[in-house]
Structures are given as structure tokens and as C-alpha cells.
């Protein structure tokens, strides 16, 4: 019989929360000893929530010394026996030594005028857990992480010496706090105490019948010859809840017990396994329907519980109970990890340990001899097994040692110059012998080339790493598959690289095909899936589909606060590429909002001194310029790029990226002696290392700029035209329009109109379209009034809306 019973006004609350008791009208039934009464101290009864073979249940209203809806357990008349008030005692006993959050409290105690025992406990109007979750069509994720608090609610009571023993979805009902689901176990009727025992206590009532519900008792538990039931029980019970609230299922089918034989429902329990979680689900034809309650299809679903959670059921299932997990904090435990994507406790049995359950089965048909032979060929082929897999990483590990041990040999002790050898040396030399080194294990060979990959990325080295990454891909197609995780991974890395070049419509074209295959195979919730889609989306960016790359990542975003968490770097990641887009579509307030937001994560979460923190700094730096704040950026670039000099170096590709920014700031100050004394310093660092071409070519036009506000045009000139050539040879597109425009900006500040005029009528011929910053330059603002320069400015306009409504 339940404590606490669903509220009478929500659909399917008119019947017990539990299958066996019953419900009736508000009048006190005979048998009950007072005549007819309305109310037992200061609880007036309402009406009767449920009655079992002890007592009844009402709900009542407390008026003193507040006033409150209750539960009230009164012991049925007539049942005042040692027994019945034992176990009455024990069930309110139980519920007065227990505080926790997931299980119903206990206010008062007493009797009636006739010496009925009652107790008084909180009313729970909630729905029982699967009920709920089907309701609200929470996922599995979302259940798993109400489970857990199911789980911490048992615990608590196990620490208290109590077992349940009845555990089931209608006992765990849940009630909204604040919003948030929360449970509430109930009906501690049948719990047995740790640490003590009364005189009658047994598995069987009075009358033979089994204590518990048939579908959710643990195998010893519905064993009547088995009396030490301890805490595992419960878990195996908990277990059942987990199975149905992922499949909607049970393990077993307990209506059929109604119809076997007593000792035929013992030996299924103690000898046949239930299907897994994600078996269940391909094999139902209701599965359709118990998907599309967890916001999922049958496929979707099946594939999430294969694997972790499928071994997590099973082993809170194990029919041998010192195979079961020992607590339900355990349980939780492994819960929490799967949910944290970190490596679980449960595994499958073995193959040893299914044989030795099939001859414990099948011992008296299985001959002596047969048993024996069979086993020693299943330990032999275990054997073997074991021995070759232990080999094969036995040579993998000495293949990585020797490879390893190679990337600091130096060849001609003259290369080392009395000195250590630097990492770039390692990472080059090293990146040379990998083809050689590691051949005999391709799969291998292709992860350290992904390592390599992203350690010249780190140093800023894209086309270094964009060759091995390339080498790596064509390794895992051929040894792993097109469609494997890690070769997908790998393909949406180099597509990223190639939007790092420049190469925007191939790296669309890539970024598109993983992603694409990603959402097909790991889902479209997966870590690597949503990667991808932030790559795709800033590829879409740079082509100028800003309303694609925006609606993108804002449905990246949104997914991964919600799988990842908001703090996590992914998530931080995909927040800047939102902001960076918003920029480009001109709405800088809107960016400031989204870059700040990000940096005060990023602060808290991975330091001031993180690449990630300054690299936003940078950008909320831009931004600012944008809006006219300069001296608020000036602040924020000069902290980054000291920040970055001093962390990755003065000459990491981040902390020219930084001399960049702070440059272009400098120049909008009208401070040109200084910029162009630290654009003289980047482009010379730039000038021993591969540049992509677009930073350069805005480069040289920012220190051609500088030097003609300070009338050094003829050298200008020659950094303007470098420029220009630069960009000719580029395939980036709209870099050789920006070009020409700055050309023009030097001309006008040189006071050749004409040059100026002309300059800026290639630059729009070549595809430039900012009008909008053509009529507030103050570069050109020596141009404005020319019939000419109007002229241009509509063509630049009219490009621009021929463009965008093209897109």
C-alpha cells in the first residue's frame, strides 16, 4: 500500500499508485472502528487516497499549527495484532529516521480515540516516474538524470539500516520544484530493517504470499527459501526502473507468471537473462511510439543504449547479486560517467563466465566428459585470443617507443650545435620519418599524423599541417573506412584548414560531406557532429552567406549548452563564430553582447592567459573599433598582445594576429608614427614565415597607409603595389578589391585625386561593395563631392543588392 498517491485531479490518478490496493469513495468504511468519523485530531479527512490488506490511506487537511494537505496511514480495525502493529511501527519508523529530498517525510504519530495507530506523512500530488517522463517526452539523458536522484533517495535510506523491498515506478512518484523534476519514494509498508528484526519478520505474509511486486523483486527476494535479503536487492528493483523508463518495458513479462507454476517463475528469474535495453527496443513492435516519447526513432534510441547503458542495466540486473552493483550510489555512480562520456565500471560477462552459467543451467544433461572438453576449447580459444591481442599492442607500444625514441636522435652531432634541439626541429624531423617509421600500422601511423597535424596548427604552420592531415586522411579511408569516427574527425580538421587558407568553397564542400555522413553515423547531438557544423557554418561565413552561417550556429549553440554544457570550450568556441558573424553583418552591438559573454566564461573558466580568452579580447577589440571606441580597444589589444608575447611567444601566429589588430586600431587614431613602427615589426616577422595571403595583403595596405599619412608616398607606393600583386596571385576572393580600395586611400591622402579616383574605380570593378564605408572613410573624404566618386559609390551599391539578394 502507497503513502503518497498521484494527484486525484491529473488523467490516470483515480486508480492506486500501487496495482494491488484500492480506491473508494470519502466515506470511512466499516470495520474501521470510530463510527464514521470526519476527522482524527487536527487532520480532517477528505477522501480516501488508498487501502491495502493493513490500513487505509486518506488525505487529509492539518489545520494545527499549520495548515497543509497530508497523507494519513490508519492501521484497519480489527488488525491490531503483534504482527500488523509491528510492521505498522517499522513502516512509520522507518519514514521518521529518513530526511532526504527524494523521500516523503513523516510529521506526526498518534492513535485514535480508539486506539487506532496512525502517522502522518507528506502528501505527494505527483505522477508516478514513468508516467511523468512519458508525459513530458524527456529524453534518455533527461531520465537518467532523474534516476540519479532515485538512486541518491535509496542510498539514503540503506544508510538509515532500511530497505524498500517494493521499489517501482509507482512507488517513485515526482513533483515539479521550481520547475524541476524532483522524486519522492514512497510506501515504506513492506521495508525491512538492517539492523534489527521483528519476531514475524519473513518473505511471506501471514497467509503465504509473496512481500513485494511481481516483475520488480530481485530473484532472492522472490525466493522464499532465501532469507538474507540485503541493500542489493533494492538495486536489482532499481535496476528494473532504469530498463523501463529507457524502453518502456519490463525485463520480463509478469503477466505471464499469473499462469506458471510457482517454481517455474523461481527458475526463469535464477537462470534466464533478460534481452538488453537496445535488443528490446528493435524487437517491439510498439518501439515507434516508446521513441517518439523520448524525442527519438526506434534506430536513434536502440543505438544510444548499445553499449554503456545496455551493460549498466544488465549489471544492476545480474541475477547473482554479488555481481550486481553493491549500492545504488554505485549505480549512480556509473551513471554519472557515462553521462560524463568517461569510461564505465560495468562490462559484459566474459565468455568464461556465460560458459560457467550454462553448465550450472544445464549440469545434469551435459555428460562429464562433454563438459569438460567443451570448456577447455573455450579456454583455449580465449586463450589465443587474449595472446594475440596482447601481442599486437605489445608491438604497438614498442613501435610508438621507437618512434619516439627516433624523433630525438640526431644524425650528424654537428646538428646539434652544443645545444638543445628546439620542438619545431623534433616536429620536423619527426613529420619526415613517419611514413617510414610507422608504415607496418597505418591506423597508428594516421593518429600521430593528427597529432602532428594539430601541433603545427597550434604553432600556426596550417600548410604543414595541412599535408599530414591530408596523409592521415588517405591512411584512415583505406585502413578504417570512409565513415569512421576517427576518419571523419580527421576530414572535418582539414576542412578547417582549408577555410584557414582561404579556400572557402572547398572547405564548405568538405565541412558539408562530414557533416553530413557525421549526423548519419554519430548522431546529430555528437560532439564531432556539432564540430563540424561550427566549421561549416564559418566557411559560410567568409562566402558571405551570413544569414546561413548565423541561423547555423545559433542551432549549434542551442544544442550544445544543452549536451556540453555552457561552459564547455566547444560551446565557447561556436559563441565567437557567432559574434564574428554577427560583425560582419554590421551589427556590432549585437557582437559586443556576444564576444563579452564569451570572455567572462572564458575567464572563469580557462584563465586570462588562455589562447581562447585573448584571441576573443582581440575580437571584442575589433568590434569596438567598429563602433568608434577606440581608445577602449586600444586598452583592451595592447593587455592581449602582452599577454601573447609574453605566453606564445613574439612571433606565434596569435601575437602577430594581436600586432594586427592593435595596428589597424593605431591607424584609426590617427597615431600613424606608431603604427607604422609596429607594421614595419609584423611585416618583417611575417616575412620569415608562410602568411595566408589575405593577412598580408591587408598588411602591407595598413603600413602603405601609415607611411603616405606621414608623406612617405613613394615608398607607400611600392607596398601598395606589392600588395596588389600579392593579391593577384591569391585565390581568395574580394582580396584584390581590398587592395586596389586601400591604394586609393593612399593616393587621396597624397593628394593625387585623379590616382585616388581611379584606384578606387578598380577596386570596385574587382568586386568591392562597402559603400557604406566609402562615404564615412576619412581616407577618401578629399573625394567626396566628385560627380566621379558618387558614381562609383552607387555602382558599389548596386553590386552590393545584386549580391546579397543572389545569396
Known sequence: MSDAFPNPELPNSEGNSDPEATLDSAVAPAGFGAAEFGSIGPYRLIRRLGEGGMGQVWLAEQSAPVKREVALKIIRAGQYDHSALARFDMERQALAIMDHPAIAKVFDAGSTSEGQPYFVMEYVPGLPITQYCDRKRLTARERLELFIKVCEGVQHAHQKAIIHRDLKPSNILVVEVDGQAMPRIIDFGIAKAIAQRTEDETLMTRVGGMVGTPGYMSPEQADPSV?????????????????????????????????????????????????????????????????????????????????????????????????????????????????????????????????????????????????LALLLIAFAIMQAIQLRRITRERDRADRVTEFMTGMF??????????NTVTAREILDKSSKDI??????????????????????????????????????????????????PETLRSLSFLAS??????????????????????????????PDTLHSMRHLADALRYEGHYVEAEKLLRETIDVQRRVLGPENIGTLNSMTSLATTLIFENRYADAEKEYRATLDIQRRVLGAEHP??????????????????????????????????????????QTVYAMESLSATLLEEERYEEAEKLLR?????????????????????????????????????????????????????????????????????????????????????????????????????SLRGDSRFEALVAKARDRAAAHEKAK
Open 497 to 526: 584548414l582549408l577555410e584557414v587558407e582561404g579556400l572557402y568553397a572547398e572547405a564548405e564542400k568538405m565541412a558539408r560531406e562530414t557533416l553530413e555522413v557525421q549526423r548519419r553515423v554519430l548522431g546529430p547531438e555528437h
Open 681 to 781: 615589426e609584423t611585416l618583417e616577422i611575417e616575412s620569415r614565415f608562410p602568411i595566408d595571403a589575405g593577412s598580408a595583403v591587408n598588411d602591407l595596405g595598413n603600413e602603405a597607409t601609415a607611411l603616405s599619412h606621414l608623406g612617405r608616398f613613394a615608398e607607400a607606393e611600392k607596398l601598395f603595389r606589392d600588395a596588389i600583386l600579392k593579391a593577384e596571385g591569391s585565390k581568395q576572393p574580394g582580396i584584390l578589391g581590398d587592395a586596389w580600395y586601400n591604394f586609393a586611400g593612399g593616393a587621396a591622402v597624397a593628394g593625387r585625386r585623379d590616382e585616388a579616383l581611379q584606384y578606387l574605380g578598380r577596386a570596385v570593378d574587382q568586386g568591392y561593395e562597402s559603400f557604406q564605408w566609402m562615404e564615412v572613410d576619412n581616407d577618401i573624404k
Open 435 to 484: 611514413d617510414q617509421s610507422l608504415s607496418n600500422d597505418p591506423e597508428l601511423q594516421a593518429k600521430m599524423m593528427y597529432t602532428m597535424a594539430d601541433t603545427y596548427t597550434g604553432l600556426g604552420l596550417t600548410s604543414r599541417a595541412k599535408s599530414l592531415l591530408e596523409g592521415a586522411v588517405e591512411i584512415q579511408r583505406r585502413a578504417l573506412g570512409p565513415e569512421n
Open 227 to 371: 532469507q538474507d535479503i540485503d541493500t542489493r536487492t533494492d538495486v536489482y528493483s532499481l535496476g528494473v526502473v532504469l530498463y523501463v523508463l529507457l524502453t518502456g518495458f519490463l525485463p520480463f513479462d509478469a503477466k505471464q507468471w499469473q499462469t506458471r507454476p510457482f517454481h517455474e517463475v523461481l527458475r526463469q528469474l535464477h537462470e534466464e537473462d533478460p534481452p538488453s535495453p537496445s535488443t528490446r527496443i528493435i524487437g517491439e513492435p510498439t518501439a515507434t511510439a516508446v521513441a517518439e516519447s523520448r524525442k527519438s526513432d526506434p534506430r536513434q534510441l536502440a543505438s544510444l543504449l548499445r553499449g554503456d547503458l545496455d551493460w549498466i542495466t544488465l549489471k544492476a540486473l545480474e541475477k547473482d547479486r554479488a555481481r550486481r552493483y553493491g549500492t545504488p550510489s554505485e549505480l549512480a555512480a556509473d551513471i554519472h560517467h557515462y553521462l560524463r562520456n568517461e569510461p564505465v565500471t560495468a562490462h559484459k560477462a566474459s565468455v568464461a563466465y556465460r560458459a560457467q552459467k550454462y553448465v550450472q543451467r544445464h549440469k545434469f544433461g551435459v555428460a562429464g566428459a562433454a563438459a
Open 612 to 653: 581562447d580568452t585573448l584571441y576573443s579580447m582581440n575580437a571584442l577589440a575589433s568590434d569596438l573599433v567598429n563602433e568608434g571606441r577606440f581608445a577602449e580597444a586600444d586598452e583592451l589589444e595592447r593587455k592581449a598582445l602582452d599577454i601573447k608575447r609574453r605566453i606564445l611567444g613574439p612571433e606565434h601566429p
Open 409 to 418: 636522435k640526431v644524425a650528424d652531432p654537428s646538428e646539434a650545435r652544443g
